[in-house]
């Protein structure tokens, strides 16, 4: 199975850890592996992004018991939080960011059998996944938005905008920005793109696909 390694996502819990930083260099979590961006990102390609190669001698039982894991593994995440906090310099600059990644538990999406078949189920109800974000500048806010799906429109295939769910993102600091790197994949599956969220120094965002 490729790489389906949750490390983040969350509702609400006040005794969750958190990661601070205090470096130019940050980067709190990993984004998983997605498909780059074509012409055949379609519902037609599930099946082959959920069976890896690898896996195509193991037996019955062993798969199974993989794409339980994984199957658990997501489920997990509803009460998984992703926090990160970091304080660094731009310039002159002394900033504080503030980033809590959680879910919604809405039901909002539903991945149809297409894509999860394998795992023998006609469907999957999941929820949509949204980020709030705090940025200080010299111990003033100078933004304050909750992030969602839906700002990265542009960036997605209609497949992501329908069934994909946005994943907590990697932070780092390129050209004078803040970068939150988002994988929006569709649960289960390795199907999905990458997007950023680029806050800049006076707390406006710009939403960009990662190419």
Known sequence: MPVLLFLSAACHNSSAPKVTHDSVAVVDTVV???WPRGDKDTASRPAQAVAPAKKEAASE????????????GYVATYTRPCVIDSSFTLGA???????????????GITVPKSYVRIYKIDSFVTH?????????????TVAEKTIHKHDF????????????AMFCPVMHLEGGNILLHYSISIP???????????IQPDGSIEFRDDH
């Open 32 to 34: 998983r592996d997605v």
């Open 61 to 72: 039982g062993e798969e199974g018991e993989d794409l339980q894991s994984i199957y658990d």
């Open 188 to 198: 289960l599956t390795d199907v999905g793109v990458g997007a950023y969220a680029v």
């Open 128 to 140: 949509n996944f949204i980020t709030r974000v705090r940025l200080d500048r010299n111990g003033k």
């Open 93 to 107: 600059d002394r900033f504080k960011l503030h980033v809590e990644h959680f879910c919604t538990m809405d039901s």
């Open 153 to 164: 429109d542009k960036a997605l295939f209609p497949e992501e905008r329908q069934f994909g």
